[in-house]
């Protein structure tokens, strides 16, 4: 078993950034629901480090920072009310060239077509 895979109390009841930044869906989901994190919290760790690593890395072409501030702020509500959470509300993600309409997607930016093409 992974140190991530255990319980929060056999690990220790603090988590570091880090630790919490490469661990599991399934654990952010059990650290939401007992109320360890909040949904705010996660976003806020994530956003972090896209604004300390994506200047070198370039992993990201658009960060949807409001909507996603929004949907924390309507999963920590939801917690709070003691409603129960879908398996991944609450959890930052990232996609891939998601190309849903209105989005931007790096097959639109010569910038990204000029990278590939190397």
């Known amino acids: 078993m992974l140190d991530c895979?255990?319980?929060a109390a056999a690990r220790g009841a603090e988590t570091s950034g880090d630790d919490l930044a490469f661990a599991p869906?399934?654990?952010l989901a059990d650290r939401l629901r007992t109320g360890a994190?909040?949904?705010s919290a996660l976003?806020?760790?994530y956003l972090q480090r896209i604004g300390k690593y994506d200047a070198k890395l370039h992993a990201f072409v658009a960060v949807y920072e409001?909507?996603?501030?929004?949907?924390?702020?309507a999963a920590d509500r939801?917690?709070?009310?003691g409603q129960r959470l879908g398996p991944l509300q609450g959890i930052p993600i990232a996609l891939k060239t998601c190309g849903h309409r209105g989005a931007r997607d790096d097959r639109r930016f010569a910038y990204w077509r000029e990278r590939y093409r190397r």
């Open 78 to 81: 939801s917690l709070r009310a």
């Open 66 to 73: 409001n909507d996603a501030r929004i949907a924390a702020e």
């Open 43 to 45: 976003l806020d760790l």
């Open 37 to 39: 994190v909040t949904a």
């Open 5 to 7: 895979d255990k319980p």
């Open 25 to 27: 869906i399934h654990l």
